[in-house]
Nanobody, 126 residues
Framework: VQLQASGGGLVQAGASLRLSCAAS????????TGWFRQAPGEEREFVAV????????RYADSVKGRFTISRDNAKNTVYLQMNSLKVEDTAIYYC????????????????????WGQGTQVTVSS
């Protein structure tokens, strides 16, 4: 599985961005996909995840109600729609594939994800 994250940029607080995670090598519908982020000096943290059967989506409390994860199987791409961005959302965002994960569940620990994209920088200014 190869993942390519894109869509980051520099925006003002309150703006929106949509991140894309284009996958190759295996259909995105066959594994769970998560988004994680890492701010300078901080550990990588969970942001959102979508299960392989598209039934379950989960979000970190800090982004709930503002971010939406979705998947387009035809384009083999997972998206992260980010609205009402805040300065504290500034980080490098990574998408990752949980190939060995549960069929009907999701996992939140980045150590459970086997494949990672290269990351895309999101910077939110005040």
């Amino acid at each position: 599985v190869q993942l390519q994250a894109s869509g980051g940029g520099l925006v003002q607080a309150g703006a929106s961005l949509r991140l894309s995670c284009a996958a190759s090598g295996r259909s995105v519908s066959t594994y769970g996909t998560g988004w994680f982020r890492q701010a300078p000096g901080e550990e990588r943290e969970f942001v959102a995840v979508i299960s392989r059967n598209n039934v379950i989506t989960r979000y970190a409390d800090s982004v709930k109600g503002r971010f939406t994860i979705s998947r387009d199987n035809a384009k083999n791409t997972v998206y992260l729609q980010m609205n009402s961005l805040k300065v504290e959302d500034t980080a490098i965002y990574y998408c990752a594939a949980d190939v060995e994960g549960p069929w009907t569940g999701v996992r939140y620990n980045d150590r459970d994800y086997e494949y990672w994209g290269q990351g895309t920088q999101v910077t939110v200014s005040s």
